[in-house]
């Protein structure tokens, strides 16, 4: 069974930082991408970025760069999302999922998704 699990969420000022954890288990598959994406109150989800098993990214937006970086450790089953200066308008829950490989432009047809961790922003 196909299993990702996000955490490190939580609740930072203006300007703090968070790192996102996905911890992925269950895979056959020797290649894959994992993604992920936020989805604000009211908002339709939006991708933000995907890394594959070679560790190839694919950005989705380009507004975040610089800010938010993506990142894996294979031997931990687990790829982050590294978050700096966050601002009012992060505050979303985020998910990660994965695919056979890195879509080159968003979407969200991924095949299997995690719970969201929740990201408030507060000032």
């Known amino acids: 069974e196909v299993q990702l699990v996000e955490s490190g969420g939580g609740s930072v000022q203006v300007g703090g930082s968070l790192t996102l954890s996905c911890t992925y288990s269950?895979?056959?598959?020797?290649?894959?991408?994992i993604g992920w994406f936020r989805q604000a109150p009211g908002k339709e989800r939006e991708a933000i970025s995907c890394i594959e098993t070679d560790d190839d990214v694919t950005n989705y937006k380009d507004s975040l760069k610089g800010r938010f970086t993506i990142s894996s450790d294979h031997s931990k089953n687990t790829v982050y999302l590294q978050m700096i200066n966050l601002e009012a308008d992060d505050a979303a829950i985020y998910y990660c999922?994965?695919?056979?490989?890195?879509?080159?432009?968003?979407?969200?047809?991924?095949?299997?998704w995690g719970q969201g961790a929740q990201v408030t922003v507060s000032s």
């Open positions: 999922a994965v695919t056979g490989w890195c879509p080159m432009r968003p979407t969200l047809a991924f095949d299997w």
């Open positions: 269950g895979f056959t598959f020797a290649r894959y991408g």
